[in-house]
């Protein structure tokens, strides 16, 4: 079992940057590749970003590559999604979830645990 709780999220300009953690409580953290997504009112859940477990393979979501940045430290159980550049676009509610095994997944039905979620919201 494999608890995530989010933080970070909040209002900011379009332009400006956030950084949302996630930290990751029970086992095998460390194993698992971990996720980011994001779910705008009226739209489906969408891939944004992926870290294997050792955090040497990344893949990003074409609409916010270049802009955002995701990371882990497994020594504090933690991954992060640095965001850049942050559009009106980019504003849902971001989840961060723990793979089924150790390498970077695009697909929701991958990821085997999720956190609550946190709102970021970019205003124009």
């Known amino acids: 079992q494999v608890q995530l709780v989010e933080s970070g999220g909040g209002l900011v300009q379009a332009g400006g940057s956030l950084r949302l953690s996630c930290a990751a409580s029970?086992?095998?953290?460390?194993?698992?590749?971990m996720g980011w997504f994001r779910q705008a009112p009226g739209k489906e859940r969408e891939f944004v970003a992926a870290?294997?477990?050792?955090?040497?393979?990344?893949d990003y979501a074409d609409s916010v590559k270049g802009r955002f940045t995701i990371s882990r430290d497994n020594a504090k159980n933690t991954v992060y999604l640095q965001m850049n550049s942050l559009k009106p676009e980019d504003t849902a509610v971001y989840y961060c979830a723990a793979g089924i095994g150790p390498g970077t997944f695009y697909s929701t039905s991958l990821y085997a645990y999720w956190g609550q979620g946190t709102q970021v919201t970019v205003s124009s």
């Open positions: 029970g086992r095998a953290f460390s194993s698992n590749g």
């Open positions: 870290i294997s477990w050792r955090g040497s393979s990344t």
